[in-house]
C-alpha cells in the first residue's frame, strides 16, 4: 500500500522581535504601539504550511485562530470553496472566543506563513495586558463584524435573485 503525503504544520522558530516586526507588517500594526506589538508578539506562535496543508477541519473543535503573513488560506464549507484570504487576514477567530467546532475547513492554498494565538495564550495575555487583550479581541470583533455584514449583503443578493 502506497502512503500519500499529507502537508503538515511546520513551527518556525522566532524570536518576540521577529513576530512583531511580522505583526507590525500587517493590518495589527496600524494598532498598536511598537512596544505594544512587542508585548503581544511573546503569546503568538508562527507556522508554515505547505501548499494543501489543512490548518483547521470544519467540524474539528479548535481554540486558535491565525494572521497570515505570506501566502494564501481557502476557506472551505462542505468542501466548496467560500473565501481566499490573503496576507495581513486572520481566519479561525471565532474558536478562540467560543471554543465551538471549526465553521469551516483552512486550507494553505500555496506556501503560507502564519501566525497562531490560541485561546489559553490569550487568557495569559488578559491577566497579564488587559489592555492589549481588549485591543486584540476589539480586532477579532471588527474583523467578525465586517465579515458578518459581507455575508449578509450576500444573503441577501441571493434571495433576492432566487425570488420566484
Do not use: C
Not at 473543535?61 to 503573513?69: A, D, E, N, R
Not at 481566519?91 to 494553505?108: K, L, N, Y
Not at 488587559?130 to 471588527?142: E, G, V
Not at 463584524?145 to 449583503?153: D, E, G, N
Amino acid at each position: 500500500m502506497i502512503e500519500s503525503k499529507v502537508p503538515k504544520l511546520i513551527t518556525i522558530e522566532s524570536t518576540i522581535e521577529s513576530n512583531a516586526q511580522i505583526l507590525d507588517a500587517s493590518h495589527w500594526g496600524e494598532d498598536f504601539s511598537w512596544e505594544q506589538l512587542q508585548s503581544i508578539s511573546y503569546y503568538f506562535k508562527p507556522y508554515a504550511a505547505p501548499k494543501g496543508t489543512v490548518i483547521y477541519k470544519e467540524g474539528e473543535v479548535g481554540s486558535s485562530m491565525g494572521i497570515i503573513v505570506k501566502g494564501s488560506i481557502g476557506i472551505y464549507k462542505n468542501n466548496k470553496l467560500i473565501s481566499t484570504l490573503r496576507v495581513g487576514r486572520t481566519f479561525g477567530e471565532m474558536s478562540v472566543i467560543d471554543t465551538q467546532p471549526r465553521s469551516a475547513t483552512a486550507r494553505a492554498e500555496r506556501e503560507t506563513v502564519f501566525l497562531s494565538l490560541d485561546k489559553s495564550s490569550m487568557l495569559i495575555l488578559a491577566d497579564k495586558h488587559p489592555t492589549l487583550a481588549f485591543k486584540i479581541i476589539w480586532n477579532i470583533s471588527r474583523a467578525l463584524s465586517q465579515r458578518l455584514r459581507l455575508t449578509s449583503a450576500q444573503l441577501a443578493e441571493f434571495l433576492e435573485s432566487n425570488v420566484i
